[in-house]
């Protein structure tokens, strides 16, 4: 009968049932226990899992390893030696991690799991590639795995090296255009903040090596680091800022990226760092040229601005107050992905009340200031502000018409916009229509299709969505900072969107 080989990351040799004549398998040397238990302090306390402080239809969560003091692995009979090593074979083999699965189950002695887990690493590559395999597991086996690799790395049992070299790249262990988010899913459930910084940082290497083949390993780094708690994923956005560059440059770039989650769940877990921080608004701002078509990413960048609109906008403002030129081709897209243009996706609904709600709330603020003449400094920048805003939804809209061809779901998307905000809303005066609260959904959209021109290159031509809260400023030098802002806005809308 033949036997599995330590130390070499190739595949695993498949076992055939024994003989009664077999002779036994020599088992691998284990380490001394006093050795063992100096490993088994306990570095890390994972933390548990936490929900998105935003939802909008949808909650988001991470599932962690529960955290108990680490235990030091022990050593494997005979009979869980051989059973161990054939389930890592059929694992490899069949390309499914549910043989491992099986035996953690089957043995759920925290110090065997631990044995297992270090005797699977000594395999490099195909103790990764097996994590990689979970597609077909049910959450509970997932989570599973990820106590066993959260305890055993706590325990000494797998070591930081080891894990690395679990981690191949193409054509040196693993297959080109293999995303890994399998194994980084697994990786992020432990919640151990070193176990993930570690593999985040392996596979961000891999991205980055010259000549390499797998930018698509992003997606693998941003699941992993959605497992961060805010606090470590903070620190490991301010000091990787080039590796996480390269990352964002990267992500959703994959023909079939429209499906991945991974953008989605870094994006939530950022939006977990409250409050927001130059870091965590620029992997947002950075994100919103990645959003595509991908339903997971639009819904979380939606979180994330529905929760930190404020800090968004005043970190896209320049000195006047208005959306600088960056600020304004951003958010311009940003609509265009998120209101305007399909797919739809869960919680859009209540996005639409937010983005109304917080123009109305500008509106009102701006009301305040109706008799000064002049008015404010503050009172002008937010004037700016508010219709830099209003500019670049515009210009979303446009964007979605002119440049993806998608002129009915553009229509559609704003005659919802308005629609939906029609209960907070009802005086809301809509140009040339009346007020929205005596307006049907037909008569919205008749408006809308009305005032649409295919082509339009002035903001005079645009859709007048502006003036529904423009005629609500009373103050005229506000409505002019306003109106001016709002038109540039239009005018600097983002160019050549696909």
Known sequence: MSTIQRGIPNRVEPRTPERAD???????????????????????????????????GAETTVARATSTTAVAPTALTEAEQKSAEQAIANASDGRDASYVSDWLKNNPDPAKQAAFMDLMFKFEGVAGAILD?????????????????????????????????????????????????????????????????????????????????????????????????????????????EGMADVLKNINADVDASYSPALGKLLDAAGRINPPTAESLKLFSDSIGKLGENRESRAAAARFFTQHGDAVLASMQDKSGSLNLDGQKKMSEFFTRTLFSPPEFEGQDAFRQDVMSRLQSMSTDLEQHATENPPSQDSKRAARLMGGLVGALEGGFQIAVEELNKRNDAVKGMVDLLFSAKSFLPDLPIPGAGKLKDLTIDQLQKWVTSN???????????????????????NPDLRTDYDAARDTAFVNRQRGLT
């Open 133 to 241: 395999n979970v597609q077909r597991l049910p959450e509970a086996d997932r989570a599973r795995l990820s106590g066993a690799l959260d305890n055993a790395y706590r325990s000494g049992a797998v070591t930081p090296g080891e894990l690395q070299k679990a981690v191949a790249a193409a054509y040196s262990g693993a297959l080109p255009g293999a995303t890994h988010e399998g194994l980084a899913g697994i990786v992020a459930g432990t919640g151990n903040a070193d176990l993930i910084e570690t593999y985040a940082k392996k596979e961000m290497e891999i991205i980055r090596a010259d000549g390499g083949y797998d930018q698509q390993r992003s997606a693998a780094v941003a699941t992993a680091l959605a497992g961060l708690p805010p606090d470590r994923l903070q620190s490991f956005l301010a000091n990787n800022k």
């Open 452 to 474: 649409l021109q295919e082509k339009a290159q002035k903001p005079e031509d645009a859709i007048p969505f502006h003036g529904a809260f423009g005629e609500q400023i009373s």
């Open 22 to 56: 077999a002779q036994p398998v020599t088992k691998p040397a284990v380490r001394d226990n006093a050795v063992r238990a100096e490993l088994a302090r306990d570095v890390f306390q994972a933390t548990p899992g936490t929900r998105s402080a935003v939802s909008l």
